[in-house]
């Protein structure tokens, strides 16, 4: 286990979808606002983001955009070219659809999507990222996301080929891992406080770590700080300091992310979902699931939501 896989895996509701898109200029395309994340490659041509606030963005081939709050946004092969309703096609339920323009101009081809995640459970390490990550092409850098580009492109290049679902959704998480692991990777090797920093810090990693493979253990502080090969003072110090939160309440959070999820695709019984989140009873473990969700496990699992 690690903890990107981990943040990932809590957050993600379903199955990602994707349209395979080829447009011929001049073109200009609409997004709305999702809960979800959103992500654009550029296979062939080039095209402008134009995103909810801030500045355009050039893309050229290669370059990947990953919006994490997806606020609405547009694409277009010009900053001035007018914009209409993106509306893929999709076919039998299919999570890959296709979408095509044809016009005077040069083809831009590309591969837009989405990922679906619990917005009221969005771990840390994706809340600290800006609206819009532009990922530029760049040889030699990056090679496991460009290998990722490169497989898609060749399974959306014959879509009736025997798999090509099945292989392109897949294609489809790996190309969200390696994205998150190429940004924070680019973060400056001097940054010290936010998940870039934590996740290259052994010492943290290795505290957290031990809370998401074993979320049940009591862990303290101590326990914990033993565990990063700190004393109990400077291990709480630097945890706090780069993952932004004190150990023991990371733990808490990570809990009742856990005891959700659980919740929403098992049919543990009560009392598992409890043992297997660190709590002795079901009584105390309700008791805190409601304060952080405002319902009761029941209810949550039933579909009954939270009060707020």
Do not use: N
Request: a neutral charge.
């Amino acid at each position: 286990m690690d903890v990107l896989s981990d943040a990932i895996s809590a957050m993600r509701t379903g199955r990602p979808h994707a349209s395979r898109t080829r447009l011929h200029g001049p073109w200009g395309m609409r997004f709305q606002p999702q809960q979800g994340a959103g992500f654009h490659v550029i296979l062939q041509g080039s095209c402008w983001l134009l995103p909810a606030s801030g500045e355009p963005v050039h893309l050229g081939v290669g370059d990947v955009v990953f919006l994490p709050r997806e606020l609405g946004h547009g694409l277009a092969d010009a900053v001035t070219t007018p914009l209409v309703e993106a509306v893929p096609e999709y076919e039998d339920g299919s999570p890959i659809g296709s979408l095509h323009r044809d016009g005077p101009g040069p083809l831009t081809e590309m591969l837009c999507g989405a990922y679906r995640l619990d917005q009221s459970r969005l771990h840390p390490l994706l809340t600290e990222l800006p609206d819009v990550m532009h990922i530029p092409a760049s040889i030699g850098r990056h090679p496991s996301l460009r290998g990722a580009i490169e497989l898609l492109g060749r399974e959306l290049q014959s879509m009736q080929d025997a798999g090509f679902e099945t292989a392109t959704s897949a294609l489809l998480d790996v190309l969200l891992v390696y994205v998150l692991r190429a940004w924070y990777d680019s973060r400056p090797a001097d940054e010290s406080t936010g998940w870039g920093a934590a996740l290259r810090d052994p010492a943290v990693t290795a505290a957290l770590r031990a809370i998401h493979q074993h979320p049940a253990t009591p862990w303290t502080v101590q326990s914990l700080a033993a565990r990063a090969g700190l004393s109990r003072a400077a291990f709480a110090q630097r945890f706090a300091g780069k993952v932004g939160a004190p150990p023991l309440a990371y733990l808490t959070w990570w809990r009742m992310t856990t005891a959700a999820r659980l919740l929403r695709e098992t049919d543990l019984p009560l009392r598992s979902v409890a043992e297997r989140t660190g709590y002795a009873t079901e009584f105390a473990f309700a008791k805190a699931f409601k304060r952080e969700f405002g319902t009761a496990p029941g209810r949550y699992r039933s579909g009954g939501g939270t009060s707020g």
